[in-house]
């Protein structure tokens, strides 16, 4: 984390240091005291633009191109926004504060910081008291700061403005928001805030009973990325409504609830359509349309009603209305409401929804351990549909339910029957591979080695193939006594798959044989290493966008960061570094690990120097590293191995709590929290405890030490039991024996389970591999 250098430096930190404690326990609150109802109401507009600016990202405008501004311009601008950074920069904590827990103690301090100083650095204080007021929906008192803001003449001008024009509106000042949004993109021409402004002027000018003037402000954007955004035309259909253009604003909505089905937008254009009679444009193609917008979207009671709707629907053939009952039936599977005499009623036909329809009886048959029936039913599906992808959806699901049952003979028919049946569907990799697999285990080399030959060369990119790749080098160890080729084959897995777990271990079996000559092997020179990413760790001097995303995390407007930075017409990967360099700046190591893993998703394929160390510290972080040292050598860990867990179990996030109930950086249960509490001595121990990063550490490096001790030190046992059971480790400890660690990796049947373990100990190499190249570059961590 960047460092505070000024004489006040101290005092800032400790202020820091004094409230983010209540900040745990302020956000520990609203957890446990959340439901499962989200909250109703009407919610503002700077509210609901908020979320969208975070997870919306925004490409240049048309404007955007015509408007950029010569290098010496931009240089300049850029400076004065790295002056107003530095003049700002001890407000940062605060504002952090500020943006997080909004509490009286935080809103005191950054405004007692903007009383105190003048120019950039009061105009970035202002700026993030308005923004605050403003998620608090306290918009005078957002109007005032704001346009304190605009007094000091900061350089985040277009934040005052725009923030200020939503607090005006929603306080019912829509003269002043007019003043404010009118001209907006003429002063500021490179704004982020360009593509909202249309749709936000148009609903201040109708709040103002001017809309032709609305009309005006939205065919101004016309073109641009504006007129693609919900928001856009939504406005658009509400002001052709306005000027009693029915017709054309029936138009706009139908487009807007077509075109973004899943936006809150789309919502109340369906609700207008309906308010205006107007449901019968849609044609029953669009109501299919967005039904299965839905159901894709995981929204399946929405997508299972407008099912009934059209099912229900006057002049469909029997074929179509039949394919609706049975989508309809598919979401209520999804929501596990599905009975087997409503699949039973469902129409039997000799089509597709027939066969969709012995599908969902199959799912049914699965969940209640119906063998025989499920064997009935396939068998069915075989006979009648041989062609069908509803078929091979079922071969798939059934290995999968014979699999974890352990009876793998009848997974391997499974399997093998959905991989020649249906060799290009989208399991057939998968499939093919268990099939080798479950082949090994039972002891059927011969098939095993035929099927591992057969992966490697029909499917050479699929994830599951390295895994042949290694497994098929062991039987040429163990089997065939010729480690030439098994030498092939691990040299092929360490060139394209350099930080893999099975690297790791192909690395070890080439050292066991004494690293022999690789035959040649001329059908693996398709398995090579995803291209090395061209990186750079600077970062331009004429940025503008760059430097105010700095600035943005002095003031806490830490939802605009990226789309600031991906505003920048040349934002590239270097543009990524940094990025992740300012969430990191101000703690928030998580955003900056997601956002290095959104840059480079192939870094697990290239080699440590092929990639700047920069980019490496961001991906894998070493926050709270004395705290893991401590804790690690209390409990005879290697550091490594707790640093590698915690970014896997929650991405160094200290305020992670899981849909399972699991908190803060190593992901404990309460139950688990509490235990090891009492054993630490810890008088009075609460749940909301586990958010306290140095805690959380301290009582999950000793769980991990004790599941370590209770399988024998196996750091793979140990692994799979934290993220799965004890108990269940035990039971797949039972199913082997196994010839090897690696196998019993390998059998792990929970894929997710599999995937952590393999994970964990791969981060361990790569965060020594990193170490250890900074120290050959004469570097250490910065977060250390």
Known sequence: MSGLSSPRAGVVRGFCQGVVYLGLLLFAAAVLAQSDSSSSGSSSTAHSHAAQHATKEKSSTKSKTAHRSSRASRVARTHRIRQAFVASKELEPMAQQLATMRTPEAYAAVSAYARSHTGDAAAAAYLALGHAYLLDRRYA????????????????????????????????????????????????PDSIFDAQTPELEATVLMALNRPDAARQALAAAAGTDAADRPGFLLAQGQVELALGQQQAAESEFKQLLLGHPLSADA???????????????????????????????GRYGAAAEQFRVLERAPELSAETRSGFAVSEAACQLKLKKLTVAEASALPDTPDENGA??????????????????LRQIVGEMESRFPRSPWLADALFSAGNMYLLKRDFPAAIDYYSQLASRFPADKNAAAAHWRSGWLSYRLGDYDAAERIFDEQIRLYPGATETVSALYWRGRLYETRDHKPALAAADYRAIVRAYQHFFYAQLARRRLAALGNPQAAPAPELDRIQPAPEPHLVDTNPDDSPHLAKARLLANAGLN?????????DPDFSSMTAVAEGQIYASYGETFRAVRAMK???????????????????????????????????????????????LIRQESEFDPRAVSY??????????????????RQEG?????????????????LGTRYLRQMLDRFGGVQEYALAAYNAGDSRVAEWQAAGPYSG??????????????????????????????DDYARDQGQTSASR
């Open 141 to 188: 008192d957002a109007q005032s700061a704001l346009t304190r803001a605009r007094r000091a003449d900061g350089e985040l001008a277009d934040y005052t403005d725009f923030l200020d024009a939503e607090a005006s509106h929603e306080a019912g000042d829509d003269a002043g928001a007019e003043n404010l949004l009118h001209g907006f993109t003429a002063r500021y």
């Open 267 to 297: 919502q109340i254009a369906r609700a207008k359509l309906t308010d205006l009679g107007a449901e019968s444009l849609l044609s029953t193609e669009d109501l299919r349309t967005l039904a299965e917008a839905y159901y894709h979207a």
């Open 356 to 373: 969709h329809r012995l599908d969902l009886l199959m799912e049914l048959a699965r969940d209640r351990d119906d063998s025989d029936g």
């Open 559 to 567: 939802e605009y960061i990226a789309l600031e930075i991906k505003d």
């Open 598 to 644: 959104r840059a480079i998703p192939n870094a697990a394929s290239v080699s440590i120097q092929s990639i700047p160390l920069a980019y490496w510290r961001i991906l894998f972080p070493e926050p709270w590293w004395n705290a893991i040292q401590t804790e690690s050598a209390r409990n005879n860990l290697d550091p490594y191995l707790v640093a590698s």
């Open 660 to 677: 399972a109930n699991a908190w803060g950086l190593m992901q404990l249960l309460p139950t688990v929290g509490r235990a090891m509490a």
């Open 682 to 698: 810890i008088a009075r121990f609460q749940t909301f405890q586990l958010l306290d990063p140095e805690m959380n550490i301290r």
């Open 741 to 770: 660690i690696d196998e019993f990796v390998e059998s792990i049947p929970f894929t997710q389970t599999r995937e952590y373990v393999e994970a964990i100990l791969r981060n361990v190499e790569t965060y020594r591999a990193i």
